[in-house]
């Protein structure tokens, strides 16, 4: 059967009545993006979606630290010991609800936690709530992100640990956005059998983000997003691009892993497969060796040999040096390269957007992706362009057929939105 699908979102219907507990009017969401050894928060008010307080519990398993700001402007620094995530939850609470940087003044007014997942494979198109059997669901897909979802299992079960059961947690998968791709856009040209034996297919990531801004790109230019066919770029440490069809991803570049597509900061982004296996051979690579390689030594660094940072590249290529150059050029050519394909794969385009540290702060990038696209239907205006910084901005000409803007991302807001949807479904 070609659709192996095993969706979970409707598994999360039913909870307990004790999560009402008076949260209805507090309305602030906690959202954690947890790694194996920290664990980054935001808690916001969704009344009017500011952020009321940020930071990130470093460390973890080694040491520890926490580093906390407040909206106004408190912050705060401390060496803590973090033996586990349960430890890094427990300071959090403290310093959120206790003390001279408390933004909150009991921990009842947090109405809900919004986790971050980077890995929901087939199994959730959506957010949901967290159930033990969504949370077992997460465990058992690890083998798909062995350094992700095992540390966000833990992460969830600590938080469970110190805030109680009854606060309701919401789960949001960076690939969910892309459930919609179709099989022609999702399958490799493998044998058919090791996408049945170990779900070897395109998954693709950055949703959250692709999904953020394709919405508020709608929103910006008072189009139903329905009705627009729109190539996101984020652009970043990490850079993947989307088509959104109707507001639906239908491809996109990053694959199995984050690993595939652009060539990013440190990661290779597509090669040849076999290059990778003649490499292996002629150094003597294990496969984990050869993933060091690919995911931490390529892309910039690997091309430049110099740094993983776009803005150190750009310096250095100012400088002459020749292999920044090359870094540069090479991403940008592969950027043109997707926006070509992706307009042909949609039959048309209306918006570009740009996004992530790159593309929302680099003009020359935005710039030179842009130039000698008036085939496309995009007219670009440099002047406007020029000099632009993370806000958002029409960045074409008025009579341009294609709309190009760009469109800072705000991933932490949309699982607190999803989060809060969800807890409004239940209550
Ligand atoms: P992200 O992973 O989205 O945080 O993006 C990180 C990337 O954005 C790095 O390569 C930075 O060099 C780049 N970046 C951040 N700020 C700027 C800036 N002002 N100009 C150019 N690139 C920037």
Redesign the pocket.
């Known amino acids: 059967m070609f659709y192996k699908r095993k969706r979970m979102n409707r598994l999360a219907g039913t909870v307990s009545a004790g999560r009402e507990r008076g949260r209805k009017q507090q309305m602030k969401i906690l959202v954690i993006n947890a790694g194996s050894s920290s664990l980054k928060y935001q808690l916001i008010d969704m009344r009017d979606e500011s952020v009321i307080a940020k930071g990130v519990c470093e460390r973890i398993g080694d040491g520890g630290k926490i580093k906390h700001k407040t909206a106004d402007g408190r912050e705060y620094v401390e060496e803590v010991d973090f033996p586990t995530h349960t430890e890094a939850f427990e300071k959090l609470v403290e310093v959120l609800s206790t003390g001279e940087y408390a933004v909150v003044q009991s921990m009842s007014e947090i109405s809900a936690v919004g986790h971050r997942i980077v890995q929901g494979a087939e199994y959730f198109s959506e957010s949901v709530l967290v159930t033990d059997e969504v949370l077992s669901t997460i465990e058992n897909i690890s083998d798909l992100a062995p350094l992700h979802n095992p540390a966000h299992v833990k992460a969830i079960r600590a938080c469970q640990k110190v805030f109680g059961k009854e606060v309701p947690e919401v789960v949001v998968f960076d690939t969910a956005f892309h459930q919609t791709m179709p099989p022609r856009a999702y399958m490799f040209g493998l044998p058919y059998d090791y996408y049945e034996k170990y779900n070897v297919r395109k998954y693709g990531f950055h949703g959250t983000s692709h999904r953020f801004v394709s919405a508020r790109l709608g929103e910006l230019i008072g189009k139903n997003i329905k009705d627009l066919k729109i190539i996101t770029c984020?652009?970043?440490?990490?850079s993947s691009i989307c088509a959104v069809n109707g507001g639906q991803s239908v491809d996109t570049s990053m694959g199995f892993t984050p690993l595939d597509g652009l060539m990013m900061?440190t990661r290779s982004g597509s090669v040849d497969p076999s290059a990778v296996l003649y490499i292996m051979e002629k150094e003597g690579f294990t496969p984990k060796e050869m993933s060091d390689v690919l995911n931490k030594k390529s892309g910039?660094l690997g091309i430049s040999r110099i740094s993983?940072?776009?803005?150190?590249?750009?310096k250095a290529a100012a400088e002459g040096n020749p292999m920044a150059s090359l870094a540069g050029e090479m991403f940008r050519y592969q950027i043109k390269r997707y926006i070509g394909a992706y307009a042909a794969a949609m039959g048309g385009l209306d918006a570009l957007v740009f996004t992530?540290?790159?593309?929302?702060?680099?003009?020359s990038?935005r710039e030179a992706v842009c130039d000698h696209m008036e085939f496309l239907g995009i007219e670009f205006d440099k002047a406007k362009n020029e000099g632009v910084?993370?806000e958002e901005l029409e960045i074409s000409k008025l009579s341009s057929k294609v709309k190009v803007w760009i469109v800072p991302?705000n991933e932490e807001l949309l699982i607190a939105r999803d989060t809060l949807a969800i807890i409004k479904r239940i209550q």
């Open positions: 984020h652009l970043g440490n990490g900061g910039n993983s940072d776009d803005r150190d590249l750009r992530g540290g790159i593309g929302e702060n680099s003009y990038l910084r993370g991302t």
